[in-house]
């Protein structure tokens, strides 16, 4: 795992870096997304959170999946894939809703989707290794110090 000015990023996962948006290939064939450790940093604590998709919804790339809500932003958590929404993390989020502030690459995931095109839309995604230069740059211009909620 990468980690910079205490932003991690974790090599093995993809990143689409315009949406902060991390996207795990699981065995099954389909991928797990979440906020990047920079995007829960950004936007602080969480407060609410409002799934706009739910299991069985089509969806397509850059439509909105969830509304993110903190003491200091409100904001969309916006879709890197088209496909098909197979379980939201809504139940994690009811019993903390600062899941994602303590742990974003893990219980803090948001939704899980069967792609439909992966392959096309892949090329905007990036490894943690190649995503690590341009993520380190962009701590460095917005002076970026990732943390986390205590528990």
């Not at 939704?111 to 995604?125: G, V």
């Amino acid at each position: 795992m990468q980690v910079y000015a205490g932003c991690a990023l974790p090599e093995e996962y993809l990143y689409h870096l315009e949406f902060d948006v991390w996207v795990r290939l699981e065995a099954d064939g389909s991928v797990r997304l979440g906020m990047t450790d920079i995007a829960q940093t950004l936007c602080g604590r969480l407060v609410s959170i409002s799934f706009q998709k739910h299991p069985g919804d089509r969806i397509r790339r850059g439509r909105t999946l969830v509304v993110i809500e903190s003491a200091k932003w409100v904001g969309p958590f916006r879709s890197p894939l088209s496909g098909e929404v197979l379980e939201i993390n809504e139940s994690a989020f009811r019993a903390d809703i600062a899941i994602v502030n303590r742990d974003p690459y893990g219980a803090g995931w948001l939704m899980r989707l069967e792609p439909s095109a992966l392959p096309q839309e892949r090329d905007d995604l990036v490894d943690g290794l190649t995503a690590f230069p341009t993520v380190r740059e962009r701590i460095e211009r917005e002076q970026i110090r990732c943390m986390r909620c205590a528990e």
